[in-house]
Structures are given as C-alpha cells and as structure tokens.
C-alpha cells in the first residue's frame, strides 16, 4: 500500500518572490517505505499543477523560489514510496506571494552613544547594523550637507553600514547624521566624533614670588587646547647642581601655584606642562627667571613664661587604707602626699610620734610617703596616722592595723 497523507502543512514564512512550508511525515509509511516527498503548485484560476522538485526528498521543509509578486499559488505535497504516492495534503486557501515590511530600525551600539574620541592620524572605522524590509535607503550628512567622500567612505549592506577615515584629522571632528529610509518611514541616529590631539605648552609663565623656601609661580591657558578640554597642569622644578627635572605637583586645576619645601643655598628653574585627554603637551613653558633659596635670618627670642604662685599646702592626694597582717610578716603603709614647699612627714602610733626605732623604717619618694613595720607582733596593731606640715599648714591620714597570730 502507498503510504498515507503528510501531516500539518503550513507556512511558515513569504518573502516578495518565495514561500517556505513545513509538515510531518505521514502516519502510515507503507511497507516498502518511504522514497520522499515531492511539492506541487498551481496558481489560482488554473487546474496546471506542476512539481516544483524533480527527484523526491526527505526533509519536512521546503522553500519555493522564483515566484511573482502578487501572484495567489495553490500548494499540495504529497508522500511517495515504491508502492506509489498518497493522497497530497493541500493548504485550504492559496499563498499570496508578497513582501512582509519591517519598519526601519538603526541598532547603534552602545559605545557609540557618547562622544566617539579618536587621536589625530587615527583611523576612524564604525559599523552601525540596522534592519528593515525591503532593503532601506541609507543616507549620510554632517551639519545637513553630503559626506566629503574624498576623505570619508560609506559601505553599505544589506544590515548595517560602514563608516571609515582612513587618517582622521580635527576637522573630521562633529556630528554625522544617519538616515535609514524605507517608503517614507525612517530612522534617524547622530554619530558625534572628536578627533583630538595634544595640547600646545601653557602661555606667559611667570615667577611671582620667592620667600623663605617657597616659590610662588603664574601661566595663562595654551592657544590650542589639542580639541579637548585642559585637564590640568604638570608643575616641574630642577636645581643648579643636579640639573634634573622632577615633577613637584600633577593635574594642578589652577593656572597658578605655590612650591615648598625647597633646599637653601640651590638655584632652581621651573617649567609646566599642559595635559588633556591624549596626555602632555610636547613641549614646556620654562619660567624666564631662577629662584635662588637664601639664609634667613632669625633672632631667637625666649619664650615668656608668666610667674606664677607654686605655693601649696600639703594635701594627701591618696589616704591610708586599713590593713591587716600575720604576725612576723613585714608589712608597708602607703598614702601620696603634694605641696610646695615639700612638707615634712610625721608617722604616729596611736598619736604617739614613731621617732628612731629600727623597728619601723619611714620613706619618701616624690610625694609617695611609705612606713615599713618589720615583723609585727600583737603590740604593734593600732591606729597609724600620717602627717604632712609645712609653712602654709598641715594635713594628716589615718589607718588602722591589725595584726592577727600565726596559722
């Protein structure tokens, strides 16, 4: 048996002069199997059909080329094996063969939305896709005139358009203007192109001001700022003995400057360059005139202290504090004690003075005011108190001991 009718056929897509149809193979193969398919056409008001394939194929997919716009075409495929062929499946309406429009579109890439910078001697070379159907008209200006083509080509294709300078210059710099075109509907985009170069050296530097070891320095802004803005200034200095240039300040904003730190004795020289995008201007402006860096002379003058009154009577600043010890184990009282002039220290024991007795040994170290009572015994606990006199009066701290048998 031949095998049975494709299945799904449809149109998948019409262009102004061809058609392309797709299907699935067909349920029932038949038993020799399938040889291919074969597309027949057969334009409206007519019964001619004809095979647009000679030879059978197996794909599901096919394109049928070389039609009329305008034209209405009627479409049947039909299944072919050793056994025979199928029933064709045949589209329900014909196939109006004309042009799909696609509104005119310019895809301008994203680096190319700002300003588009190239340095003199540069080649310009952009590629700007855009889409649209049938193929569009495509149009350069600058400032609404005609591109000058000795000095600009423009290529276009079928999806894009092709700008190039082969050696840009500044007057290549502005803005382009780019027209796509299709039936009255367009699209428009502005390429702004800056061609710069560096910056010419900075104008009438001058040497203000010398004082101490600094240098005050002036200049005007370059005649020609290369097309780009002036981002700032190299400042250089060089000394007598060396002869060598260092850089002393970078990207200084202003048109004037003050240099410190210099060395006495050395001469120097000055000189600033002008920076913009592309980088230093080739040459320098050199200050017509040499700062050289003299000895001052200082007269030292003595600080005035003002007098003061460092009269002070005594005043504990830390107190006694009660302790308590095991008998036949040294132990130390301590308090801090200030005044001017440095009191005398009195120890007492139950308000008896401690006068020499090698028992106890009495200290004092920048009003630090210590009482070492060398292994005490149960007579020695008591009430300890410490006094400070001097002419301005006295002050006094006390403390209790205790002292308690062995463990």
């Known amino acids: 048996e031949p095998p049975s009718c494709p299945l799904s056929l449809a149109v998948e897509e019409v262009s102004e ?17 399938l040889d291919g398919y074969v597309v027949e056409i057969c334009k409206d008001g007519s019964s001619d059909w004809k095979a647009v394939n000679q030879e059978p194929f197996l794909s599901t997919r096919y394109t049928v080329p070389n039609l009329s716009s305008g034209d209405k075409i009627h479409v049947r495929v039909v299944a072919v094996s050793a056994s025979g062929a199928s029933v064709p499946a045949t ?21 190319l939305r700002e300003t588009y910078i190239r340095r003199v001697g540069d080649a310009v070379n952009i590629m700007i896709p855009f889409q649209g159907k049938p193929q569009p008209e495509v149009s350069w200006t600058k400032g609404g005139q005609p591109l000058d083509t000795n000095r600009i080509n423009v290529r276009n294709t079928a999806r894009d358009t092709i700008f190039y300078i082969r050696q840009a210059q500044r007057g290549d710099s502005g803005k382009y203007e780019l027209t796509v075109q299709i039936n009255g509907a367009e699209d428009k985009a502005t390429l702004d192109i800056q061609v710069v170069e560096p910056p010419g050296p900075p104008q009438n530097l001058k040497l203000v001001d010398v004082w101490g ?39 200084c904003t202003r048109t004037s400057c003050t240099i410190s730190d210099l060395i006495i004795g050395n001469t120097y ?6 920076e913009n995008i592309c980088g230093l201007s080739d040459s320098a402006a050199v200050a017509s005139g040499v700062a050289h860096i003299e000895k001052t002379k200082t007269t030292y003058q003595p600080e005035k202290i003002p007098q003061r009154d460092m009269m002070e009577p005594p005043k504990f600043t830390q107190p006694l504090t009660d302790r308590t010890t095991t008998r036949g184990y040294s132990t130390h009282l301590f308090c801090s004690v200030r005044g001017f002039p440095q009191p005398k220290i009195i120890w007492l024991k139950n308000q008896m003075e401690i006068r020499e007795d090698p028992k106890y040994i009495a200290l004092i170290d920048q009003g630090v005011c210590s009482l070492e009572i060398r292994k005490p015994g149960p007579f020695d606990g008591g009430v300890y108190t410490c006094k400070a006199v001097n002419p301005l009066g006295e002050a006094s701290v006390d403390c209790r001991l205790d002292v308690k048998g062995e463990i």
């Open 17 to 33: 002069n061809s058609f392309t149809l797709t299907w699935k193979a067909p349920e029932q193969m038949g038993r020799a199997g």
């Open 91 to 111: 589209l329900e309406q014909p196939v109006l063969i004309r042009e799909i429009l696609q509104l005119p579109k310019i895809r301008m890439p994203r680096h």
């Open 269 to 274: 020289s000055f000189r600033v360059f002008s």
């Open 213 to 251: 070891f600094n240098v005050a320095l002036e200049w005007t802004p370059p005649v020609d700022n290369g097309n780009s803005e002036i981002k700032g200034y190299r400042v250089q200095k060089s000394d007598k003995k060396s002869g060598k240039w260092f850089t002393v300040l970078e990207r």
